[in-house]
């Protein structure tokens, strides 16, 4: 019952713009004509390339089609040439 109230507490001390889409919108922003192919590039800004909510991302992300993630430590990071090539492939064949 008490991190209930822990949960709150946390709510109530972010401001509003930093909760929900418009945390995911200032995480994800990326300009894809600056990357490099050897950019790691975090969940959001993944999400926010494919243009689809972070949740559909993660449950996109478990499909065994999709992009094998680069791992450092405990961090979990996607390569932009191995995901843009995933992208293309996905074009090609719808």
């Known amino acids: 019952m008490q991190s209930n109230h822990i949960r709150h507490a946390v709510r109530r001390a972010l401001p509003k713009s930093e909760m929900g889409p418009a ?7 990326v300009d894809i004509a600056r990357l490099s192919d050897d950019a790691l590039l975090r969940n959001e800004q993944v999400a926010c390339i494919l243009n689809v909510p972070l949740s ?3 449950l996109l992300r478990k499909r065994p089609g999709f992009v094998r ?4 430590g405990c ?3 996607w390569r932009w040439a191995t995901l843009r090539a995933w992208i293309q492939e996905q074009e090609r064949s719808a």
């Open 23 to 29: 945390r995911i919108a200032r995480l994800g922003a």
């Open 69 to 72: 993630p680069v791992r450092i």
């Open 75 to 77: 961090r979990t990071r």
């Open 56 to 58: 559909t991302f993660h």
